[in-house]
């Protein structure tokens, strides 16, 4: 079946929000689901086979990359085909980039063990919490990185309290650049505060881009363009 990297994955229409959840069968799968969005044609597809595919994808990057620049990392998984516009896999996405760059650096984890806990870990947080929850999936990925590279549980004192701060400073960020929600720019937002945040509290650092520019802004019908700071064209 063809599918949409923008808008429905079924036939590529734009979505619309409800104010309140309502049952909704998922196109693919069948199975009934609680959701605020639907496409203009009726379209609904729960976020299990939304992200499937790509987080396939993802964790086969992660494992292969050598990079120690989580940027260059997430901006390769992004590209692939199955790593649409916008998606709840890029909650994943942001925690897979980080932790795989980590590891190469010299970070102490088990890269296997960990991108399965940051997988069990994203997939409950919902596409759309950006705007349903006001806590964007992005930032939250930060958060989840840092609680899984300190072994972090809700009992943790200094690993409770790091892996909160980390979430808070990436959604400040995010909050910071303002709406409509954009996938790409909330995941470079946070990638970014990700790298800046090991190197000052665990003494990490992983490389950072001096330059980041977005290549995904022509599928992205409501990019912000030159307000955006990762725009090309802004100059």
């Known amino acids: 079946m063809k599918t949409y990297k923008s808008g429905c994955l079924i036939c590529g229409k734009p979505l619309k929000y409800f104010?309140?959840?309502?049952?909704?069968?998922?196109?693919?799968?069948?199975?009934?689901?609680?959701?605020?969005?639907?496409?203009?044609?009726?379209?609904?597809?729960?976020?299990?086979?939304?992200?499937?595919?790509?987080?396939?994808?993802?964790?086969?990057?992660?494992?292969?990359?050598?990079?120690?620049?989580?940027?260059?990392?997430?901006?390769?998984?992004?590209?692939?085909?199955?790593?649409?516009?916008?998606?709840?896999?890029?909650?994943?996405?942001?925690?897979?980039?980080?932790?795989?760059?980590?590891?190469?650096?010299?970070?102490k984890i088990d890269l296997d063990k960990s991108l399965s806990k940051a997988q069990q870990r994203a997939k409950d947080v919902p596409g759309g919490?950006?705007?349903?929850?006001?806590?964007?999936?992005?930032?939250?990925?930060?958060?989840?990185?840092?609680?899984?590279?300190?072994?972090?549980?809700?009992?943790?004192?200094?690993?409770?309290g790091l892996a909160n701060l980390m979430t808070a400073e990436?959604?400040?960020d995010i909050s910071r650049n303002g709406g409509p929600r954009c996938c790409k720019r909330n995941t470079l937002l946070s990638i970014e505060r990700g790298i800046e945040f090991t190197e000052k509290h665990l003494n990490l650092k992983m490389e950072k881009p001096q330059n980041i520019q977005c290549p995904f802004f022509k599928n992205n019908p409501t990019c912000k363009k030159k307000k955006c700071l990762y725009y090309p064209l802004r100059a």
Do not use: R
């Not at 992660?62 to 990392?73: F, G, M, S």
């Not at 930032?139 to 072994?151: A, D, L, N, P, R």
């Open 129 to 160: 919490s950006c705007g349903m929850w006001g806590c964007c999936g992005a930032g939250t990925g930060t958060g989840i990185f840092i609680s899984i590279v300190t072994e972090a549980t809700p009992l943790s004192i200094e690993e409770w």
């Open 19 to 107: 104010k309140t959840a309502k049952p909704l069968k998922c196109k693919l799968c069948g199975f009934f689901f609680e959701s605020n969005a639907v496409c203009e044609n009726g379209h609904f597809v729960c976020d299990t086979c939304h992200s499937k595919t790509a987080y396939e994808h993802i964790t086969q990057s992660a494992k292969q990359t050598k990079e120690k620049n989580p940027v260059h990392i997430a901006m390769d998984m992004m590209k692939n085909p199955f790593v649409n516009t916008h998606g709840p896999e890029h909650h994943y996405l942001v925690v897979a980039a980080l932790l795989a760059a980590y590891k190469n650096v010299g970070g």
């Open 170 to 172: 990436s959604l400040m």
